[in-house]
Nanobody
């Protein structure tokens, strides 16, 4: 079993920044992709960004790609999401997800590809 714990959420004014962290523990495989999804109030969960196990390949949703950056530190089993120039529409619960079948290079983006999920961290952006 892989356990994912997110942190770093909070309340921030529009234009501000936050950095989310996701720590993986338990039976982590040799290589796995990590991703961030978010669920705005009253809406479906949506893809934000994904990073391959090697860290060399990333993919980020068009809606945030100029403002959000994903990174990972495999030594610390941690993924990060740096969020800059935050907007009220970024308000959501942000979830970390792991695809343990991805190997070293895949960057899946479909919710169903991810077997393990964290509990989420709330990000609220005030106008």
């Amino acid at each position: 079993q892989v356990r994912l714990v997110e942190s770093g959420g909070g309340l921030v004014q529009a234009g501000g920044s936050l950095r989310l962290s996701c720590v993986a523990s338990g039976r982590t495989p040799g290589s796995y992709a990590l991703a961030w999804f978010r669920q705005p109030p009253g809406k479906e969960r949506e893809f934000v960004s994904v990073i391959s196990h090697t860290g060399q390949i990333t993919f980020t949703a068009d809606s945030v790609k100029r403002r959000f950056t994903i990174a990972r530190d495999n030594g610390a089993n941690t993924a990060y999401l740096q969020m800059n120039s935050l907007k009220p529409e970024d308000t959501a619960v942000y979830y970390c997800a792991a695809d343990i079948d991805s190997g070293p290079f895949r960057v899946p983006r479909v919710r169903g590809d991810f077997e393990h999920w964290g509990q989420g961290t709330q990000v609220t952006v005030s106008s």
